[in-house]
């Protein structure tokens, strides 16, 4: 009767907590792009709503829209700000105990 191993755990390198921080920063600076550009989009087209009521709900959308991708451009920021981090503390702590070896 054959046995089943576990799989070995993927552990993070250096190398791969980087390549997750490069695309982490992409993704982080093309939602800061596309913020950046929504944004200039709704202050250049003015609100043409008759009533109070339709202006408040257009304003509340606007702000809703330029929110959520601000928030995932600073989401993305921290995560990539983190997998650096993380990158360098994986790597002092291989180099530890290298040496301790």
């Known amino acids: 009767m054959t046995q089943i191993t576990p799989p070995e755990p993927n552990l993070p390198t250096p190398l791969r907590c980087l390549t997750g921080a490069v695309i982490a920063g992409v993704m982080s600076f093309a939602l800061y792009a596309m913020t950046s550009r929504i944004a200039t ?51 002092l702590s291989k180099q530890k105990s290298s040496t301790n070896l």
């Open 41 to 91: 989009t709704f202050a250049t087209k003015p609100m043409i709503q008759k009533t109070t009521m339709a202006n408040n709900i257009a304003a509340a959308v606007r702000t809703l829209v330029v929110g959520s991708t601000a928030l995932g451009a600073a989401v993305f920021g921290i995560i990539a700000i983190g997998l650096v981090a993380l990158a360098i503390q994986v790597a």
